[in-house]
């Protein structure tokens, strides 16, 4: 690290990992130094393309020496197992989102980490939204109060042709989810951060246009250990734009879009009831103006804080262990969907692998990745 880079490797160079490779080429602190992909001739066209060695398999780009951290852009079942062992060859991960399929998987990934001393990142640049971090702030510092109601709309429309087009794509063998897997994680990831986790889930999930073998529509009312209520919405079938609200005992925060908007209560809520003697008496919401500094943002600030997290010890946008909020909220989902009642939070990892199997196992699509296939991958069974 002496010249003041970080020599990183690239697992899984389809679509979205050459797409990182191309952005690294802008980032100072990122050398790219290696790239691997079950396909080896895949690993050897991007390898070419920018110049760099190429490898069968993350085991041999991990056993070549080159790189001192791996980004993970693998389908999502192998991300526990490259991340697994780059900790324990002493590399640092970033990971693609969802950081694994099943949460229990991801607990293990941050073990690792957290034994390792490694810096561990996840990819979910929309906390770099100049908005989103408004909003952390905000509930940071305390102006929104107790949380008492919260709520995720989240239309993530595609087409059938999208889903055409791999035969991976929405299969449990592929991808071990639908919408809660792959479109809709990066807002829950904000849904979490800023509304706290549920204790309780009563989810939904359904096929309601699409050809395909995991949900294309979810929903779950959501109850928290303070009595606070929640409602989430996540869907590929319909065209829209994301709403998230968070109410609190002071104030309400609303994200619609990338737009934010915060109300005050004037007094709160629970100190109003207390002291007000007028029959109809009620609370002031008064619209607040926010000062809200535009920013960079998307992959490039993720790649680049996570090379300076290396370098410099700067904190992390996006720590890998706040990835297992997310995926614990989509496993609870379809876990409550398929028992067809509430779950408790955190769910049973032994009952949610169980589930997991039975879905895999009546796949179309078995995981013909190649040798490296998590059909015979050890990590994943552990």
Known sequence: MGDGKVKIGVVGVGGMGEGHCTTMQGIEELELVAVADVSPERAREVGEQFGVPHFAGHGELIEAGLAEAVLVATPHYFHPTVAIDAFEAGLHVLSEKPIGACVGMAEKMVEAAEKSGKVFCVMFQMRTVAGVKKARELVEAGELGEIKRTLLISPEFRSQAYYNSGTWRATWGGEGGGVLLNQAPHIMDVFVMLGGMPSKVHGRCARLMHEIEVEDHAEAMLEYANGAA??????????????????????????????????????????????????????????????????????????????????????????????????????????????????????????????????????????????TSWETDPQFKK
């Not at 409602?231 to 619609?256: H, M, N, W």
């Not at 100190?271 to 619209?287: C, D, I, Y």
Request: proline share 4%; with cysteine; aromatic share 10%.
């Open 230 to 371: 929640g409602y989430f919405y996540a869907s590929t079938c319909e065209v829209g734009q994301r709403t998230l609200e968070i109410v609190g005992d002071k104030g309400r925060l609303r994200l619609d879009g990338g737009r934010l908007s915060f109300w005050r209560f004037e007094p709160a809520v629970s100190e109003f009831n207390r002291t007000n003697t007028e029959m109809w008496g009620a609370p002031k919401a008064e619209r607040v103006e926010l000062e809200i500094e535009e920013c960079e943002n998307g992959h490039q600030v993720i790649l680049r804080n996570f090379a300076r997290a290396i370098l410099q010890g700067e904190p992390l946008v996006a720590p890998g262990k706040v990835g297992v909020g997310s995926l614990e909220l989509a496993n609870a989902i379809i876990l409550s969907s398929y028992k067809e009642e509430p779950v408790e939070v955190p769910i049973d990892r032994g009952e949610y692998d169980e589930l997991i199997e039975r879905l895999r196992a009546t796949s179309k699509f078995q995981g013909d990745w190649g040798k």
